[in-house]
């Protein structure tokens, strides 16, 4: 924070400086001091009174620009070449890309974003210690083990959404069952 009001005074101060002069050698000695430049070195002074005469000529904010619009060349062709292994069909949610490469604290979880896909196969409820097939390739396994649901008729390759539950888990929900059942991720590597 005192950096941030060091520069705002610094540049404040270069304002009101004169143009033909030299901006340290134009402050009052009270406000020399009140910046805290008596503890910087001679060489450290120098470098500043360069910083204020390029700021002031205006070369900082033409090297800023070449800089900005260099960066911005440089991720305008990066779009442009093709990825072919970089592109998957389907953008999973974050917090399904964490559980792939345990990089928990960079990818932040949103509960608003459920994982989603569909169960191969039939369903006909679960029993137990029933393990769930997804399209995508991952497998679920029943989290609560006494738990037992039966479902009639049977639905054939049903679609599911998985989020993350509160503690622990995760909830599948399946299109046309009005419950949902707690899960844990079994088998994630041949996720798509």
């Known amino acids: 924070m005192k950096r941030y009001v060091l520069i ?3 540049l404040a101060l270069a304002a009101l400086a004169r143009a033909d002069g030299d901006f340290l050698k134009s402050l009052p000695p009270d406000a020399f001091t009140a ?14 009174e360069a910083l204020v005469q ?3 000529s205006g070369e900082l904010a033409t090297a800023r620009q070449q800089a900005e619009a260099q960066a911005a060349a440089a991720r305008d062709q990066a779009e442009a070449e093709p990825h072919p292994a970089a592109a ?12 792939l490469t345990l990089d928990r604290a960079n990818a932040k979880p949103e ?3 459920p994982l989603e896909s569909r169960l191969v196969g039939d369903f006909d409820g679960w029993h137990g210690q029933t ?3 997804l399209e995508n390739g991952t497998r679920w396994k029943q989290q609560n083990r006494t738990e037992s649901y039966n479902y009639a008729p ?3 390759s049903p679609k599911v959404r998985i989020t993350p539950a509160a503690f622990h888990g995760f909830w599948m929900e399946i299109a046309g069952v009005n419950l949902s059942v707690r899960v844990i991720p079994l088998d994630l ?3 798509k």
């Open 8 to 10: 705002g005074g610094l």
């Open 35 to 48: 910046a805290g430049l008596q503890k910087l070195t001679p060489e450290e002074l120098a470098r500043l």
């Open 54 to 56: 390029s700021y002031k």
């Open 88 to 99: 998957p069909a389907r953008k999973q949610p974050r917090w399904f890309t964490a559980l």
């Open 111 to 113: 509960k608003e974003e």
């Open 131 to 133: 393990v769930f097939t």
């Open 154 to 156: 049977t639905l054939h």
């Open 189 to 191: 590597t041949q996720s």
